[in-house]
């Protein structure tokens, strides 16, 4: 869909957050300089096209006892990666999955982000993932530190 | 966090009414009021449970690009090219991880163009190696929710 100059006032607001108030959106739309109805009508619009992926909260997911991720990285058969990649993206545990490049000497092509409570269910869902794909070849890309994380904010762009 | 906590979590992870009364709507469907949804949801923001409350973008939908990308930090410089990688507005997360390479960051921008001229600039600014693209090709997954379960929390 094309995205107009108004569409991208009601994306810039909704990126300062919803407040929590009974009518939360009023004030977005009035610093879009928008009446309420189109403000909505918008929203409703950006939604069903699928620009708003997902309308809801973003958790610390560490305070809910989610503490345990790692990121894996699978070596797949080129013809068998559709199979492989819908075989993860049915985990639960498993937030991303994407192919990506690979390099001579780096053959991983298929990357999945996987989380659980703890190590070892952790360890329990991978083992799963490798069984029931049959892919042997993996590496555990373990988190060390988290160096930086924000959610990325995004503006009509200039011409 | 009590049982209406966990179904007030569950439902607006994904599913925050687009409404002129959202708040109410999210009470009427987990049984409670108004007020109380709006002094949970502050309570859980309080605490740090809830980061943000915010809708999550299609970037490419936007028109913007993103990759992962990739440097082998050696571990004495690790701090220093953490603060040149970050610095840059257009890096969104950053991770050390186990291996080699063992810098991973994310990195959006609003053209291909852009985001190659970012990785330049990283790659000059931390002076530890070429900066190893790994833009993604296909999307199988891409969520950021989890069940909390029932009151056992399994």
Not at chain 1, 68 to 79: M, S
Not at chain 2, 104 to 116: D, K, P, R
């Amino acid at each position: 869909m094309a995205i107009d100059a108004r569409d991208w006032a009601v994306i810039e607001q909704l990126q300062k957050g919803i407040a929590l108030a009974r009518r939360p959106f009023d004030y977005l739309a009035m610093s879009a300089g928008l009446s309420f109805e189109e403000f909505l009508t918008r929203m409703l619009r950006l939604k069903h096209e699928g620009v708003i992926r997902r309308m809801g909260v973003r958790l610390r997911h560490h305070r809910l006892g989610v503490q345990a991720n790692v990121l894996t990285i699978w070596r797949v058969p080129e013809d068998d990666v559709e199979r492989v990649g819908a075989l993860f993206a049915s985990v639960p545990e498993v937030s991303h999955c994407y192919t990506r490049t690979t390099y001579p000497g780096f053959p991983f092509n298929l990357y999945a982000m996987v989380h659980a409570r703890t190590q070892a269910q952790l360890g329990k869902v991978i083992r799963r993932m490798a069984r029931e794909s049959g892919i042997k070849d993996h590496l555990l890309l373990r988190t060390l530190r988290e160096l930086k994380k924000s959610t990325p904010r995004y503006w009509r762009p200039s011409e | 966090m009590d049982e209406l906590d966990r179904r007030l979590l569950n439902l607006i992870q994904e599913h925050f009414p687009i409404d002129e009364r959202p708040y109410l709507q999210i009470a009427r469907q987990i049984g409670s009021t108004e007020s109380e949804v709006i002094d949970r949801m502050t309570s859980l923001v309080e605490r740090g449970i809830i980061r943000e409350i915010s809708p999550v973008f299609d970037l490419q939908k936007l028109g913007y690009c993103s990759t992962l990308a990739a440097l082998n930090v050696p571990e004495e410089r690790i701090d220093e090219v953490a603060g040149i990688v970050n610095a840059r507005p257009e890096v969104t997360h950053n991770y050390l991880r186990e291996g080699e390479p063992n810098m991973w960051f994310t990195v959006i921008a609003e053209s291909e163009a852009a985001l190659e001229r970012v990785l330049q600039a990283i790659e000059r600014d931390a002076n530890c190696g070429p900066v190893v693209d790994f833009p993604a090709q296909r999307r199988f997954a891409a969520r950021v929710v989890f069940d909390l379960g029932g009151p056992d929390g399994d």
